[in-house]
């Protein structure tokens, strides 16, 4: 059985996906009211599971005509993902610290390894130290 504050998160998720909008308005006594607990239960689940790490920011404002605002936030920006090995290719081209012979070669190369991409760039660095070591012109 669930227990309440799994019941009350239930219910705010819940009316905020049920008009499909990014924040709901209630008054926090009503609220307990409706769900049969106290108001505190709702403050409760409020702080903990309403949070900014979870994407919801919480207004809330005290007193007669008092009102608790949840937000869905936009969730952030992903980290910028690390370059692929075959990206790393092109940037070295781009850059003219390789030539097209070399740049066509090591893009054959990580395209017939048969690894993951940290093995690959392993691989690249290596040619890429092998070449630099071999007196480039």
């Known amino acids: 059985m669930r227990n309440l504050a799994d019941a009350i998160e239930s219910f705010i998720i ?3 996906l049920r008009d499909h909008e990014d ?18 239960q709702i403050s409760y689940v409020l702080s903990t599971r309403f949070t900014p790490e979870r994407g919801f ?8 005509g008092g009102f608790v605002r949840i ?11 690390e370059p692929a090995a075959a990206e790393l290719v092109e940037h070295l081209a781009g850059q003219k ?4 012979r070399e740049r066509a070669l090591l893009k054959y190369m990580l395209h017939i390894i048969d690894a993951d991409e940290a093995k690959k760039k392993a691989v690249l660095q290596q ?8 007196g480039r012109r």
């Open 14 to 16: 819940g009316e905020l």
């Open 23 to 40: 924040a709901l308005l209630v008054q926090r006594n009503e609220l307990a009211e409706r769900l049969s607990c106290a108001p505190s």
């Open 57 to 64: 920011m919480v207004e809330s404002r005290r007193g007669s």
């Open 71 to 81: 937000v869905r936030m936009e969730p952030q920006q992903e980290r910028q993902k």
């Open 97 to 100: 610290l390789i030539t097209a």
């Open 127 to 134: 040619a890429m130290a092998l070449l630099n070591g071999a």
